[in-house]
C-alpha cells in the first residue's frame, strides 16, 4: 500500500517520484511481481517518514505501474493508472513499507435512475464554477474536458470527480459513495456548495485567492 494526502480515483492517471527507501522497495517489489498495489488517503499524520500517527482510510484504489523509471539515488519515475477501488479488510504491520489485506469494492447495482440527469447537472454547474474563476481571473476549472469524457458513465462520473474543487475528505465520501447515480448526486451537491461560495465571495467583492 502506498498512502498519499492526494486521493486519486479509478481511471485517472498517477505520476509518482518515488524516493524514500521504503516505497523504493514497494516499487522494487511491485515490478518483480505484478506491477500492483493499493493508494489510500491519509486522514491525518505526514507522508514522508514513518509517522505514527498516521491514520489512513479504509477505501482506496487499485494501482498498476506502467512506466517506471530509475534515476539517480536509488529513485524511480512511475508512470501509473488508477483501476478499480478497494476496500481495506485490515492494515497490517508496515514491513518495511504499508501492507494491507485488500479486497475489490465494485459500486452496487445500478438502480433504474438514468445517469444523464445528475450528469447534466454536474456538467452545467461545472461551466457555471469556471465562469465565475474566469471573472475572477482565477482562470476555468482545471484539468476537466467535456469532450474527453468516457462513454462509459461510471468512468465518466469518476473523471468528473477527479476535477471537482473540493477537499480530500469529500473526495474519499465521492469515491466511498455506492454507485455511479448516487455518485454523482453527491458532485452535484458538493459543486454546488462551491458555486455558491464563489458567489458569495464575487458578491463582496472579494473573489477566490490566486494562490
Known sequence: MFPLQRLPFPGSALPLHVFEPRYVE?????LDGDSMFG???????????????????DVGVGVRILRARPVEGQRWILETECLDRLRVRRWLDDDPYPRALTESWPDSPAPAEDT?????????TYRRIAALLGAAGTGGTPELRFDRLS????????QLCSAAPVG????LRLLE???TVERLHLLA?????VEDTLRL??????GPSRD
Open 177 to 179: 459513495a455506492p454507485g
Open 151 to 158: 462513454d462509459d458513465s461510471a468512468r465518466a462520473a469518476y
Open 116 to 124: 444523464s440527469g445528475p450528469a447534466e447537472v454536474v456538467t452545467e
Open 168 to 171: 480530500e475528505l469529500d473526495r
Open 201 to 206: 465571495l464575487a458578491d463582496t467583492g472579494e
Open 39 to 57: 493508494v489510500a488517503l491519509i486522514m491525518r499524520g505526514s507522508e514522508v517518514g514513518a509517522d505514527p500517527t498516521q491514520v489512513r482510510s
Open 189 to 193: 451537491e458538493l459543486l454546488g456548495g
Open 26 to 30: 514497494l516499487t522494487e517489489s511491485c
